[in-house]
């Protein structure tokens, strides 16, 4: 499978970035560590006239302090230096539970977090060879007009697939987003539009050019359990990342809960903090919050794995997430 | 689900380059342990979804336990030297032998390849209805 042709621009500043997108518009795609990119380009799922390489632009990268304590995450910052950042396995052990998961160790080298929060959907039907594709006529999300999930219906179920954002969504963590009009900061949760083909709420001029973990997150429990057949390269079935805040007594005062890889957006499960905050740990508790992640569930068939057991296994790591953030702090 | 340990012995009749007979063993292994437990070609109206390598999962380094090779020298008089094969001979015997340690395990049979957890699953579930309607008063029980 070849790469269309396309040109790359290599620019070295933000502004130089958004000028590329702006001037080439739907003809440009953003590439950073290319693990997602790449292989979508040899499906021919997408051909640009122009490959935007945001890797020289140096502010892009690293994890530093920023105002208010928060602690700003560059879109460049690689999933290998988030598993092994010291800083956020004391302060956020929840992403580092979520990075670790990813892919492989080669994959985790190249991809960025930006790259990861940006990732495309993915579904059977769509990440599939030009060839494959021709053959059945396309789909809703490319060349087509039937969707083959749900035939009959008019949306994409192309399922979220990162790893990262959920438990992004469990810190309250925040988007940077930088476009033509300048900087613009949006709460992770809004990032995402629950649509197969419009997956973020990212305009064609603009990129996102960090994350910010706000201080009041720092040091929730958390942890990340994830649904796949290999415990390496594969892509989630699904997920659940969960954090808490416990007090000295066992009460909960904080609590959050998101799902992954079962809706084309990842999702926080609206009634954990609402069911959760102020009880003190009950195994009948936590099934019902277990049961309300699975109603926030849509798994299809998306991937080769059925969705009934996608679902039961969105059940079973909630449950056992937030047994575990509860009873051990951080297993 | 986790295979930790397989021992394989196979008869070759002559090891002539024992090392090489190791490696067929362990690769034959290998091979098996995928076919029992994750590659599967789906297909849907003649068409197969998972034509790639990411879809279609081969084994890891993660899911391959130690396998211990055992070579059996038997010494065929028909074959060259007295040696017979080492193709793919351990291959056969690796699904069976996970099959019936999952059934020493958890007490079901699976009778499909692959054995995912999620068929394990349905028949531990389906095991549990049978064991519950036999224990019910006024049915005489299943055949088991
Ligand atoms: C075999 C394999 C297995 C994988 N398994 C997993 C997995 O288990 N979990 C998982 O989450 N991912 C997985 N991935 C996907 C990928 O490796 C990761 O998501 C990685 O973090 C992507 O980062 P990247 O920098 O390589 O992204 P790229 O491929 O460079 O970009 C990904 C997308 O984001 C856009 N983009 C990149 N950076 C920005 C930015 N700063 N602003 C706006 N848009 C941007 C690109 O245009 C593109 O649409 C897998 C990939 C492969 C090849």
């Known amino acids: 499978m070849t790469m269309p042709a396309s040109r790359v621009a290599r620019p070295s500043t933000i502004e130089e970035a958004v000028r590329l997108l702006a001037d080439n518009g739907p003809e440009a795609v953003i590439i950073a560590g290319g693990t997602d990119v790449v292989p979508n380009l040899q499906m021919k799922l997408f051909a640009p006239r122009v490959l935007v390489d945001i890797k020289p632009i140096r502010v892009l990268q690293g994890i530093t302090i920023a105002a208010a304590g928060a602690l700003r995450l560059g879109a460049l910052t690689t999933l290998t230096e988030i598993v092994g950042s010291p800083l956020l396995q004391a302060s956020y052990p929840v992403l580092v539970s979520a990075a670790a998961t990813i892919a492989g160790p080669l994959q985790r080298n190249m991809g960025t977090l930006g790259g990861n929060l ?3 959907t993915r579904c059977l039907w769509y990440n599939q060879s030009h060839f494959w594709r021709k053959a059945l006529g396309g789909c809703l999300k490319k060349d087509g007009d039937v969707c083959h999930v749900a035939p009959g219906g008019k949306r994409c179920w192309a399922a979220w697939s990162g790893d990262s954002a959920p438990a992004l969504l469990t810190l309250d963590a925040e988007v940077e987003i930088t476009g033509p009009r300048g900087r613009r900061r949006l709460p992770l949760a809004q990032f995402y539009l629950n649509d197969g083909m419009n997956r973020i709420a990212l305009g064609r001029d603009e990129l996102v050019t ?3 973990l706000p201080a009041r997150t720092a040091g929730r429990r958390g942890i990340y359990h994830k649904l796949r057949i290999r ?3 594969d ?5 659940v990342a969960v954090t808490l805040e416990v007090d000295r007594s066992g009460v909960c005062r904080e609590a959050r809960v998101a799902i992954t890889a079962v809706n084309p957006a990842p999702l926080l499960v609206k009634e954990a903090s609402e069911w959760l905050v102020g009880q003190r740990y009950s195994a009948e508790l936590v099934d019902r919050v277990a049961h309300a992640a699975i109603r926030t569930g849509k798994p299809l068939t998306t991937s080769a794995s059925t969705p009934v057991y996608r679902r039961e296994m969105v059940r079973l790591f909630a449950r056992r997430a937030l047994e575990e953030a509860w009873k051990n702090g951080n297993a | 689900m986790h295979v930790h340990r397989i021992i394989a ?3 070759c009749g002559k090891a002539l380059n024992p090392m090489t007979v190791e490696g067929q063993i362990e690769g034959s292994v290998y091979m098996g342990l995928g076919q029992a437990l994750q590659e599967e070609m789906v297909w849907n109206k003649g068409r197969l979804m998972n ?5 279609y999962r081969i084994p890891s380094t993660l ?3 130690e396998i211990e090779s055992i070579i059996v020298e038997s010494i065929d008089p028909e074959g060259p030297f007295g040696a017979k094969e080492a193709g793919e001979g351990s291959l056969a015997a690796t699904i069976p032998a996970i099959a019936n340690a999952i059934y020493d395990a958890v007490g079901v049979r699976i009778n499909t390849l692959p054995i995912t957890p999620e068929k394990i699953l349905a028949a531990l579930r389906e095991k549990e209805k ?3 309607g036999n224990d019910a008063p006024g049915t005489n029980g299943g055949s088991r």
Do not use: K, M, N
């Open chain 2, 63 to 65: 899911e391959t336990p």
């Open chain 1, 235 to 239: 892509y989630p079935l699904a997920g």
């Open chain 1, 231 to 233: 415990d390496s390269i």
């Open chain 2, 9 to 11: 012995a196979h008869d």
């Open chain 2, 51 to 55: 034509p790639t390598l990411l879809e």
């Open chain 1, 118 to 120: 940006c990732l495309e």
């Open chain 1, 210 to 212: 960090s994350v910010y």
């Open chain 2, 130 to 132: 049978q064991r519950a």
